[in-house]
C-alpha cells in the first residue's frame, strides 16, 4: 500500500506542480475545456507511468483517480483562486483521493511493471515527490499566503527573483534535513537577514513582508522534509544514510 501511495503521490506532485503551467492552471480555473481535459489527461498518464499497470483490471483505479481529480479541480474553480485556503483545501482532497486509491488497490504498484523494482524505485519515487512539493507546491502556497499584500508599493527587484529565492532556500532546507544537518539552517536564516537587513532596517514595511514570506517558506519546506522522512522510513531505504524521522 505504502509503494503505491508514493507512486501516486509522485504523479501528483508531477502532474500539478511540473507539467502544469501557470496558463493552464488559470484557464482551468475558468473551466476551459481544452485545459481542463489536458490536465485530467496528464493526471492519468503520470498516474499510468509511476505504477505501470499491466491488466486491464488495473485501469479501474487509474480512472477513478482521475476522476475524483476532476471533480475536486472543478469544486475548486468556484472557489477564490488568490488565497491559500482553497489551495491547501484542493491538495488536501487531492491527498486523501490518492490515499483512497492506495488503500483500495493496495498492491497497483507491486503488481504493476516496476514490481522488480519494489526494494528501491519506491524510495527514490518518495525523495522526489517530497523534493517538488517543498520547492515548487512551497513556491505557490507561499504566493498564494502573500497575494494580500502583492499590489503594496515594495522595492521592485530582478524578475523572479523573489521565486528563485524561494526555489533555491527551500531545495536548501529539505537538502539539509534529509541529510541530518538541520543545523545548518540557521546559517542559511543568518545569510538572509544579513542580505536583507538594509532594507528592512529603512522600510519597515518591506521588512515585514520578507519576515513573513520567509518563516512561511521556512514553514513549508521543514514540513515537506520531515513528512518525506516519515514515508521514506515506511519504505525500504536504498543503502543510503537518511535520519530517522
Request: cysteine-free; hydrophobic content about 60%; overall charge neutral.
Amino acid at each position: 500500500m505504502i509503494a503505491t501511495f508514493t507512486a501516486l503521490l509522485l504523479a501528483h506532485a508531477l502532474a500539478d506542480f511540473v507539467l502544469q503551467s501557470k496558463a493552464m492552471a488559470t484557464a482551468k480555473a475558468r473551466r476551459a475545456p481544452g485545459p481542463l481535459a489536458l490536465h485530467i489527461l496528464i493526471v492519468a498518464a503520470t498516474a499510468t507511468l509511476a505504477t505501470g499497470p499491466t491488466t486491464a483490471a488495473h485501469a479501474l483505479p487509474l480512472l477513478a483517480l482521475a476522476a475524483a481529480h476532476l471533480i475536486i479541480d472543478l469544486i475548486k474553480s468556484t472557489l477564490p483562486q488568490d488565497r491559500l485556503a482553497p489551495f491547501l483545501l484542493d491538495q488536501s482532497a487531492h491527498l486523501a483521493t490518492l490515499a483512497a486509491t492506495a488503500a483500495l488497490w493496495p498492491d497497483l504498484f507491486a503488481t504493476g511493471l516496476w514490481a522488480p523494482t519494489t526494494h528501491w524505485l519506491p524510495a527514490l519515487m518518495a525523495l522526489a515527490a517530497g523534493l517538488i512539493l517543498a520547492t515548487r507546491a512551497g513556491g505557490f502556497a507561499v504566493g498564494l499566503l502573500m497575494a494580500r499584500w502583492g499590489d503594496t508599493a515594495l522595492p521592485k527587484g530582478l524578475t523572479d527573483g523573489g521565486f528563485l529565492i524561494g526555489l533555491l532556500e527551500r531545495g536548501l532546507i529539505f537538502l539539509f534535513v534529509l541529510t541530518d544537518e538541520p543545523q545548518a539552517i540557521g546559517f542559511l536564516i543568518a545569510a538572509k537577514s544579513v542580505l536583507r537587513f538594509d532594507t528592512a532596517k529603512t522600510d519597515h514595511r518591506t521588512g515585514e513582508y520578507v519576515i513573513i514570506g520567509t518563516l512561511a517558506s521556512f514553514a513549508w519546506a521543514l514540513l515537506a522534509a520531515y513528512a518525506t522522512l516519515a514515508l521514506f522510513s515506511a519504505l525500504p531505504h536504498l543503502g543510503i544514510s537518511l535520519p530517522k524521522s
